[in-house]
Each structure stands twice: as structure tokens, then as C-alpha cells.
């Protein structure tokens, strides 16, 4: 039988180059498109030996090219670091529009299933809590966070048009905060910039009163809810998150205890628009996929801090 053919865009990023990772063990062969903007090729160098496994950079917001059959398009390229959204806005919103557009082409192309990978600022900050995919969001489109949370409502929209107008066997995933070991060090993200300054034996920054509550997902868990996403019939879209919450205080003081790390905590000023709750409803992931998070907050930090350690 031949193998399955997958293109993941972002593939170098840190969720797409786990899911590159699962794909060849699954069997398939992996097209692995990235520009490197913010993903690194030293995440996905351990896989260039794999005969299954081409790295391509390119940029998405110009048309993809693909020889040959493609059984599924994983749109995973997004700049999703406030950092880097907020350094690079119109490029955030070109490969949310552009992107989009062209990775549902080449699925249109080659017939294949089409997954893209949204994320739960589409909720921006939500009245309803948790959040269900029923919620429509409350997002401020002219705020500094709109380019990352209109380039994937828009996304979302422009994936459903495809689904409705050209049939397209399409998925969408809304993921909730991931972490996990190939993490950029302060990439301006809660997990990282915690762990590095922790490492380093320095203060832990914690913005307004640190009373913001995140849900934190390990990358194993998240991939493995992909994998079922990507196998089912749901073309709405699915929450994939840890619904367990903790505010952002608290997970400082876990990343201090794990690291040993005896610096105070230090309170800066909340930046524009940001959310002060967040937490996945994943009913919908439970009933028809099956999937619940197994990995406990903890035993994930401590992985991704070994991580680190190897890698400052």
C-alpha cells in the first residue's frame, strides 16, 4: 500500500515539528514547509534522515507547489508569539489570509483533507467561561493582539468557504496554551520566559496581579488530540487545551520550586487586551474524540525544563 502523504506548513515551528515527528511514525511521507521566520530547522534536522522526510523552505503566502498525490494539508505556519506578532503584524496577517489561501489550494488541488490550526485567541477576552466552540468570541479588531486573533477568525472563515463551496474535507483546531521542550527561550510566551529567567536565577515577571488564569497543554498530548482530529468527521471547529486553569502567579511559583530558582517575583503592567481568563471546554473532544490531556502540569515542566537546561 503506498504511504500517506502529508504537507505540514510550519513544520519547523515547535507544534509542527512534533507533528511531522508523529506522521512518519505513523507511516506517512512528510513534506515540511517552513521560511524559518520564527521556526528553526535545528527542530526538525533530527528527521532529515528519514528517506520519508523533505524540508522545504518557502514562504506560504506564495503558491505551493507539490508533486505527485497529498493525502492531508496541516496549515500550521503562524507567527503565535505575542513577541513576534507584535513585531511582524502585516506578515501575521499574510499567512493567516494568503497562507490560508494558498494551503487550501493544494488541498483543493490534490483532494486531500485539509486541517487548520487555529488557536483560542479567536475567544480573545471571553465572556463566557470556559470556552465552548459555541462562543462566538469577544476579540477587538483594532487592538494590537487583532492582527494573530483576525488572521485566524478569518482563517476559520475562509477554511468553512472552502468546506461549503468546494467540498473540501476540512478541520479546525482551536489550540489552547502548549508547551513543551523546543520552545524558543523567550519567545515571548508565559512557559519559556519563565523557565529562562528561572534558569538564570533571575526575578519571574509576572504582569498586573499574575491573577490572568492560562491552561497549560504538554505538546504530546496536544499532537496525539491532532492525530484524532484529523482521523474524525468533525469539519467545525474542536477546542484541543488542558482544561485544568491556574493563574499566571501560581505557575511562577511552580517554575520557581522546580528549578530551585530562590528570586522573588516581580509585577509589571498588563499589556493591551490581554485576556484574563482562559480555559477550554473540551466536551466535544471528549464525546467524539476520545481525548482528554494525561500529562499533569508538573511532570511537563519538569521535561521541558530538562530541556532547557540542555540546551541554554
Known sequence: MPKKVAVVTGGAGFIGSYLCERLLREGC???CLD????????????????????????????????????????HFASLASPEDYL???????????????????????KKAIFML???????????VHPQPESYWGNVNPVGVRGCYDESKRFAEALTMAYHRVHKIDTRIVRIFNTYG???????????????????????LTVYGKGLQTR?????????????????????????????????ILKLARI??????????????????DDPKQRQPDISLARSILKWEPGIKLEDG????????????
Open 255 to 272: 517554575v520557581n520550586k522546580l528549578t530551585g530558582n530562590s528570586s522573588r517575583i516581580i509585577f509589571k503592567p498588563l499589556p493591551e
Open 215 to 247: 491552561s497549560f497543554c504538554y505538546i504530546d498530548d496536544l499532537v496525539e488530540g491532532i492525530l484524532r482530529l484529523i482521523g474524525s468527521k468533525l469539519n467545525l471547529p474542536v477546542n484541543l487545551g488542558n482544561p485544568g486553569e491556574f493563574t
Open 117 to 127: 490550526a487555529s488557536t483560542s485567541e479567536v475567544y480573545g477576552d471571553p465572556h
Open 87 to 109: 513585531r511582524f503584524p502585516i506578515q501575521t496577517l499574510k499567512v493567516g489570509s494568503l497562507g490560508t489561501h494558498n494551503s487550501l489550494g493544494l488541498a483543493k488541488n
Open 29 to 31: 511521507k512528510v513534506f
Open 301 to 312: 515542566l519538569r521535561r521541558t525544563i530538562t530541556w532547557f537546561k540542555s540546551n541554554i
Open 35 to 74: 521560511n524559518l521566520i520564527t521556526g528553526s530547522a535545528s527542530n526538525v534536522e533530527h528527521l532529515e534522515s528519514n528517506k520519508d522526510f523533505e524540508f522545504l523552505r518557502h514562504n506560504v503566502t506564495e503558491p505551493i507547489l507539490i508533486k505527485g498525490k497529498v493525502n492531508y494539508v496541516f
Open 181 to 203: 521542550p523546543r520552545m524558543r527561550m523567550q519567545d515571548g510566551r508565559v512557559v519559556p520566559n519563565l523557565i529562562y529567567q528561572a534558569l538564570h536565577n533571575k526575578p
